[in-house]
């Protein structure tokens, strides 16, 4: 069977999960523009857009699934960017939701600032900073964000540690990983969000394809 084409397959992903007519279009066009991209600056190990499909879009669109009230975030953040994903995917689901996207590392933010713009994304802000720098050198962004997504950062215990600061009351913290996850880190990722004053929430599992293994978004939130 001839494997169904690009569009198609985020066309299937994006009614599965809620997204906006226009979402597709918007995503495939950021997918494209970071493998333009990738030439010049390293933001992906994918070199083929099957492959960019699959590891940035397809595995980042789930979040919506994360996201469970009645209201679209205001605020979202992506913590630790590095090639726009899964913060392109949180812009393109809600798009009245102002998305902000960084990196400490200033080349690749900016390359990916310009990815988004090329696809078309107005709702999206871009800052280099480390992230654990954000809210002492801005402190208007302390609590500011309802979703706050990361994907390959870290260990969930201090990565949920840095995220805590920029988590709205009410807000989501959503990390990305792979269903076997070890036990000690997951125990010790609860156990620093109960120090912060964040809940386990459900998680969210999911596969991008039949031949990829299955992955897990692990949910805490600030109660309001």
Same mark, same amino acid.
């Given at each position: 069977?001839?494997?169904?084409?690009?569009?198609?397959?985020?066309?299937?992903?994006?009614?599965?999960?809620?997204?906006?007519?226009?979402?597709?279009?918007?995503?495939?066009?950021?997918?494209?523009?970071?493998?333009?991209?990738?030439?010049?600056?390293?933001?992906?190990?994918?070199?083929?857009?099957?492959?960019?499909?699959?590891?940035?879009?397809?595995?980042?669109?789930?979040?919506?699934?994360?996201?469970?009230?009645?209201?679209?975030?205001?605020?979202?953040?992506?913590?630790?960017?590095?090639?726009?994903?899964?913060g392109a995917a949180v812009a393109a689901r809600w798009p009245t939701c102002r998305t902000t996207f960084v990196d400490r590392r200033a080349k690749k933010v900016n390359a990916v600032g310009r990815c988004l713009a090329r696809a078309g994304f107005?709702?999206?802000?871009?800052?280099?900073?480390?992230?654990?720098?954000?809210?002492?050198?801005?402190?208007?962004?302390?609590?500011?964000?309802?979703?706050?997504?990361?994907?390959?950062?870290?260990?969930?215990?201090?990565?949920?540690? @840095?995220? =805590?600061?920029?988590? /709205?009351?009410?807000?989501? &913290?959503?990390?990305?990983?792979? #269903? +076997? *996850?070890?036990?000690? @880190?997951? =125990?010790?990722?609860? /156990?620093?969000?109960?120090? &912060?004053?964040?809940?386990?929430? #459900? +998680? *969210?599992?999911?596969?991008?394809?039949?031949?990829?293994?299955?992955?897990?978004?692990?949910?805490?939130?600030?109660?309001?």
């Amino acid at each position: 069977m001839t494997p169904p084409e690009p569009a198609a397959r985020l066309a299937d992903a994006a009614a599965r999960f809620g997204y906006p007519a226009e979402a597709v279009t918007r995503l495939l066009a950021m997918v494209e523009a970071v493998l333009e991209t990738n030439e010049d600056v390293n933001l992906t190990a994918a070199k083929s857009l099957d492959a960019a499909l699959e590891i940035l879009v397809l595995d980042a669109m789930p979040v919506a699934a994360a996201w469970t009230a009645a209201r679209p975030p205001r605020r979202a953040l992506d913590l630790g960017t590095g090639n726009g994903f899964p913060g392109a995917a949180v812009a393109a689901r809600w798009p009245t939701c102002r998305t902000t996207f960084v990196d400490r590392r200033a080349k690749k933010v900016n390359a990916v600032g310009r990815c988004l713009a090329r696809a078309g994304f107005a709702n999206v802000e871009i800052v280099a900073c480390d992230g654990r720098e954000l809210v002492p050198h801005q402190p208007s962004r302390a609590r500011a964000f309802d979703l706050v997504t990361v994907r390959a950062v870290g260990d969930l215990a201090p990565t949920t540690k @840095e995220a =805590a600061p920029l988590l /709205a009351p009410g807000g989501r &913290l959503v990390h990305w990983k792979s #269903a +076997d *996850v070890a036990a000690a @880190e997951v =125990a010790a990722g609860d /156990a620093t969000a109960r120090s &912060l004053g964040l809940a386990r929430r #459900a +998680d *969210v599992p999911f596969q991008v394809a039949p031949d990829r293994p299955p992955r897990v978004l692990v949910v805490y939130e600030r109660p309001a």
